[in-house]
T-cell receptor
C-alpha cells in the first residue's frame, strides 16, 4: 500500500517566515499527491493536489511540486500567517485506500 | 462547508457498550471512507466503500463494522467499546477513482468512560 513520511513537529515559526514541510512517499504505480490541512476542531480540507510528475499544486500561497525521481511532495509557503496554524497532512492516492501520516503540526506566532 | 454530514457530533458512553456513527456523503459522491484520529496513532484509515460495496480495509478492529446503504449514507458500528476506542471518527467522501480528493466531515468525538 501507500505510505508517507513527514515530520511530526510541532513546527513553530514567526509570522512572515518561510515554511517548508517535507513529505516523501512510497506508492505503487503513479499516485496523485495531496496536501490536506486540519484547523482546530475541524475535519481535513484539501489544500492542494498534483496528479503527475513535475506538476505544481498551489493554493492560498502554498505550493508543492510532484517530484517522481525523489518521491517527494514538499509543501512550501513564502510568508506564513498566524491563521496558517494547523496540522498538515501529505497523502498519495492510487487505488482505493488513502493513507495519511500523523501530520505536521504548525504553530505560527505573531 | 464540505457537504459531508456526520452525526452525532459528540458521544459519551461506557465500556462494553455499542454505538453507531452516521455519515451522509456529499451529493453525488459514491465513495465513503472512515478514519479514526487519536493523539498517539494519528489519522488511521479504517474502511472504504464505493457505491455500497466494500473496497478496502485498513486498521479496523473486528469489533468494528461498517456498511453503506443504497442511498449512499454510511454507518460505522463500534461494539464492546474499550477506553482506547475514545477518539475522533471522521467520514470522508469522494466521487471515486484515483485522483479524486476526499471531502471530510467534522467528525464524531467518541468518549468511552
Amino acid at each position: 500500500g501507500n505510505s508517507v513520511t513527514q515530520m511530526e513537529g510541532p513546527v513553530t515559526l514567526s509570522e512572515e517566515a518561510f515554511l517548508t514541510i517535507n513529505c516523501t512517499y512510497t506508492a505503487t504505480g503513479y499516485p496523485s499527491l495531496f496536501w490536506y490541512v486540519q484547523y482546530p476542531g475541524e475535519g481535513l480540507q484539501l489544500l492542494l493536489k498534483a496528479t503527475k510528475a513535475d506538476d505544481k499544486g498551489s493554493n492560498k500561497g502554498f505550493e508543492a511540486t510532484y517530484r517522481k525521481e525523489t518521491t517527494s511532495f514538499h509543501l512550501e509557503k513564502g510568508s506564513v500567517q498566524v491563521s496558517d496554524s494547523a496540522v498538515y497532512f501529505c497523502a498519495p492516492n492510487s487505488g482505493y485506500a488513502l493513507n495519511f501520516g500523523k501530520g505536521t503540526s504548525l504553530l505560527v506566532t505573531p | 462547508d464540505s457537504g459531508v454530514t456526520q452525526t452525532p457530533k459528540h458521544l459519551i458512553t461506557a465500556t462494553g457498550q455499542r454505538v453507531t456513527l452516521r455519515c451522509s456523503p456529499r451529493s453525488g459522491d459514491l465513495s465513503v471512507y472512515w478514519y479514526q484520529q487519536s493523539l498517539d496513532q494519528g489519522l488511521q484509515f479504517l474502511i472504504h466503500y464505493y457505491n455500497g460495496e466494500e473496497r478496502a480495509k485498513g486498521n479496523i478492529l473486528e469489533r468494528f463494522s461498517a456498511q453503506q446503504f443504497p442511498d449512499l449514507h454510511s454507518e460505522l458500528n463500534l461494539s464492546s467499546l474499550e477506553l482506547g476506542d475514545s477518539a475522533l471518527y471522521f467520514c470522508a467522501s469522494s466521487v471515486g477513482g484515483q485522483g479524486s480528493p476526499l471531502h471530510f466531515g467534522n467528525g464524531t468525538r467518541l468518549t468511552v468512560t
